[in-house]
Every structure is written in structure tokens, then in C-alpha cells.
């Protein structure tokens, strides 16, 4: 069963528009809210992060919006450059007795247009 | 600042072998955790070590096993290595206690089983 699920495996977008990566989520005990970007070849980096409690987190280009009602959070990148081009993950934390569980959806893949 | 760092970066075995493979999490980092990204699959959580103890374990036969030394490095161990083995393991750290819970990402080790 997945929990986080990111249902669209590709997005590409011209350079200077809006991108808006979508996740949705089954769990409704999750904590927080992450978003990673992932290089080929590299690790994952993380981008940015939302609480439960909040339903809007920005940083620079990036906005997390999180619906709670919806079970929905979307990435939105603005304006969208080339280097932005990833596989971008979202990820879910439910904290359970001392120990948290990361889960992660599956990742969409942008790609910028210059 | 020196970042997660993995070895080997890759390592080829055959069927029924065991493989081990090696983080070293950022300084001053005491909680380290390991994924397992298959074709497909996304990233999936395997385990979780915080000050030499483990802490959370995902959905993964006993052959996953692992530990953390006292200087806050890990090893994971795949025994009886199977095909359906063969991906890339990431090595994430983190500072216990960050309430973004951001977890930084190695290179990580693309193993092939054959």
C-alpha cells in the first residue's frame, strides 16, 4: 500500500513558467511534509519542508502548499529555470513512539525548457 | 563541511553472496539511514540507526541488516543476495532533533547482483 503517492511520473514546463509538482497521501498521521530533488548520479537534496500544522511554506522560488482536507501537497517552482530539470520527491514523516517513519512517493520527473 | 559519503560507489556480486556496503555520515550527524531505490519502485526505507542503535526498520527481510560504529559511521549488510537486489542504496544523515528532519543524502552504491 503506498501513502504518498506522486501520480505523475514526468512534467516538463518552458523556462520561466510555473511548475507545480503534485503528491497525494492516504495517512492522515503524517507529521511533516518533505520535498527532495534528485540529480542523476547523485543523492537526493533537500529542498524544503512543510509542517502539518501550516498549509503554506516558502523559500525563495519555492512554495509547498499542503490541503489537508484533500490529503494533497504540491511543489510549486517559480519561475522554473533549466537547472531546476530533477526528479523530484515528495515524502511523508508520521512520528509513532520515539521512532519517525519516512515514506516516499515514487518521484516526478521535470524538465525545464530553455 | 564534508558531506554523506559511500563505498564502494559500485560493487557487482552474484546470486546468494553477501554484500556489504559502507556510510560515513556528515560530522557532528548521529542518525544515519538507509535506502534501497529500485527500478520503478521509488525509495524505500530500510533502516534507521541513531547513536549505535537501531531505531526503525522498513518492510525488508532479515537478510537487510546493519550497524553503527561508536564514531556514528554505518555498514549494510545484504546476505544471501538475491536479483531482485540489484539497485542503488542511499545513505542519508541527520541531526537528531531538527524539526525540518532534513536528511542529507550520499552519492550512494549501485549494486548489481547477477
Known amino acids: 500500500d503506498q501513502q504518498v503517492k506522486q501520480n505523475s511520473p514526468s512534467l516538463s514546463v518552458q523556462e520561466g513558467r510555473i511548475s507545480i509538482l503534485n503528491c497525494d497521501y492516504t495517512?492522515?498521521?503524517?507529521?511533516?511534509f518533505l520535498w527532495y530533488k534528485k540529480y542523476p548520479a547523485e543523492g537526493p537534496t533537500f529542498l524544503i519542508s512543510?509542517?502539518?500544522?501550516?498549509d503554506k511554506n516558502e523559500d525563495g522560488r519555492f512554495t509547498v502548499f499542503l490541503n489537508k482536507s484533500a490529503k494533497h501537497l504540491s511543489l510549486h517552482i517559480v519561475p522554473s529555470q533549466p537547472g531546476d530539470s530533477a526528479v523530484y520527491f515528495c515524502a511523508g514523516i508520521i512520528f509513532q513512539g520515539g521512532s519517525e517513519k519516512l515514506v516516499f512517493g515514487k518521484g516526478t520527473k521535470l524538465t525545464v525548457n530553455p | 563541511e564534508a558531506g554523506v559519503t559511500q563505498s564502494p560507489t559500485h560493487l557487482i556480486k552474484t546470486r546468494g553472496q553477501q554484500a556489504t556496503l559502507r556510510c560515513s555520515p556528515i560530522?557532528?550527524?548521529?542518525?544515519v539511514y538507509w535506502y534501497q531505490q529500485a527500478l520503478g519502485l521509488g525509495l524505500q526505507f530500510l533502516l534507521w540507526?541513531?547513536?549505535?542503535?537501531?531505531?526503525n526498520r522498513g518492510n525488508f527481510p532479515p537478510r537487510f541488516s546493519g550497524r553503527q560504529f561508536p564514531n556514528y559511521s554505518s555498514e549494510l549488510n545484504v546476505n544471501a543476495l538475491e536479483l531482485e537486489d540489484s539497485a542503488l542504496y542511499l545513505c542519508a544523515s541527520s541531526l537528531v532533533g531538527n524539526p525540518t528532519y532534513e536528511q542529507y543524502f550520499g552519492p550512494g552504491t549501485r549494486l548489481t547482483v547477477t
Open positions: 495517512n492522515s498521521m503524517f507529521d511533516y
Open positions: 560530522s557532528g550527524h548521529t542518525s
Open positions: 540507526y541513531d547513536e549505535g542503535e537501531e531505531r
Open positions: 512543510i509542517s502539518s500544522i501550516k
